[in-house]
Structures are given as structure tokens and as C-alpha cells.
């Protein structure tokens, strides 16, 4: 089985804001996140660290997971 989607969580510093999210290509995702090409609640809180990531083969599971 094809694990392709990825839930993922992400956080500003040590014991600072953190952000959970979906997608099918995390290191183009987190690529965008350390160059906080995207406005929005991650770059205004400067969430770049990614601290936890979990896959999954069918994208409804993973968003169940993420929510």
C-alpha cells in the first residue's frame, strides 16, 4: 500500500505555537513553510519546525487524523 498523504504538525520553537496540517507532498510543503512563502497563520507566527509527521494511503483518513 502507498503511503502517500502525510498529516504533519509543526512548531514555532520549543514550547511555542503550533500548526497541523495535510499534504501530499511534504517537502515541497515544508519548503514553503521555512521560506514562509504563504501568507497567513504560519508565517505570522513563524511556524517552521516540523516535529511530528504520520502517512496515510487514502487523504480521508489523514484528515480525519489531522482534525
Known amino acids: 500500500m502507498l503511503e502517500r498523504y ?3 504538525i509543526l512548531a514555532s520553537g520549543r514550547n511555542g505555537t503550533l500548526c497541523i496540517g495535510v499534504t501530499g ?3 515541497r ?3 514553503q513553510h ?3 512563502a504563504v501568507p497567513g ?3 505570522r507566527n513563524r511556524v517552521t519546525q516540523l516535529v511530528y509527521a504520520e ?3 487514502d487523504v480521508r483518513e489523514a484528515i480525519a487524523r489531522e482534525k
Do not use: G, I, P, W
Request: proline share 0%; hydrophobic share 60%.
Open 6 to 8: 502525510v498529516v504533519y
Open 25 to 27: 507532498e511534504l517537502v
Open 29 to 31: 510543503r515544508m519548503a
Open 34 to 36: 521555512k521560506a514562509m
Open 41 to 43: 497563520f504560519t508565517r
Open 55 to 57: 502517512r496515510f494511503a
